[in-house]
Nanobody, 124 residues
């Protein structure tokens, strides 16, 4: 199983980026997929996730600005990020887990597979 995250980069505050997580070796429709982020010196925190049943959770800090979506035909999960702020600067990781439910989505230890991360830098 491999998760390949891409789409990061340098953007000015207020700008947008779309991250992609291409999954191979498992079916996105049968696994929960989530985006986490880790800022320098910080912990890895949930940004957004979608369960196998389509339930979606967002961190409070990104609600109304970020949108997670899933294209099962392409086995890809996206994170559309609008209205970016300097505090969104972090390495973003995608993760997959077969046993994730809404209440456990924020627990990184519950995920089976992780991508390599993509760096998002937002300048002020």
């Amino acid at each position: 199983v491999q998760l390949q995250a891409s789409g990061g980069g340098l953007v000015q505050a207020g700008g947008s980026l779309r991250l992609s997580c291409v999954v191979s070796g498992l079916t996105t429709g049968n696994s929960a997929i989530a985006w986490f982020r880790q800022a320098p010196g910080g912990e890895r925190d949930l940004v957004a996730g979608i369960t196998t049943g389509g339930k979606i959770n967002y961190a409070d800090s990104v609600k109304g600005r970020f949108t997670i979506s899933r294209d099962n035909a392409k086995n890809t999960v996206y994170l559309q990020m609008n209205g970016l702020k300097p505090e969104d600067t972090a390495v973003y990781y995608c993760a997959a887990g077969a046993r994730i439910i809404t209440s456990t989505m924020r627990l990184g230890g519950q995920y089976d597979y992780w991508g390599q991360g993509t760096l998002v830098t937002v300048s002020s």
